[in-house]
């Protein structure tokens, strides 16, 4: 059974940084896209960021320059290092992989969620 369990949100000051990380578990290889997508309310989910098992990456042009999105594949983990947090940065933040990068619904995996806050 495939698990991808999130940490690291928070509430943190404009200008603040905070970093997540997702951690995957079960038969979830080869891993080929992992990603960030964030959902605040009364809006839609969106793509924050993504990096292939290759190492290419992809960011929401709102979050770049003040976010970087990086994996350990050893230890099936990607991270993302967000500075710079303005208040519109306020989601619930939710860990993708993508398993074989098909854009398939039975290789598509989503974490739990974890809530980022940025307020003064």
């Known amino acids: 059974q495939v698990q991808l369990v999130e940490s690291g949100g928070g509430l943190v000051q404009p200008g603040g940084s905070l970093r997540l990380s997702c951690a995957a578990s079960g038969a979830i290889l080869p891993m080929y896209v992992m990603g960030w997508y964030r959902q605040a309310p009364g809006k839609q989910r969106e793509l924050v960021a993504t990096?292939?098992?290759?190492?290419?990456?992809r960011y929401q042009d709102s979050v770049k320059g003040r976010f970087t999105i990086s994996r350990d594949n050893a230890k099936y983990t990607v991270y993302l290092q967000m500075n710079s947090l303005k208040p519109e940065d306020t989601a619930v933040y939710y860990c993708?992989?993508?398993?074989?990068?098909?854009?398939?619904?039975?290789?598509?995996?989503w974490g739990q969620g974890t809530q980022v806050t940025v307020s003064s």
């Open positions: 990096i292939t098992s290759g190492g290419f990456m």
């Open positions: 993708n992989v993508d398993r074989r990068g098909y854009g398939l619904a039975s290789d598509n995996y």
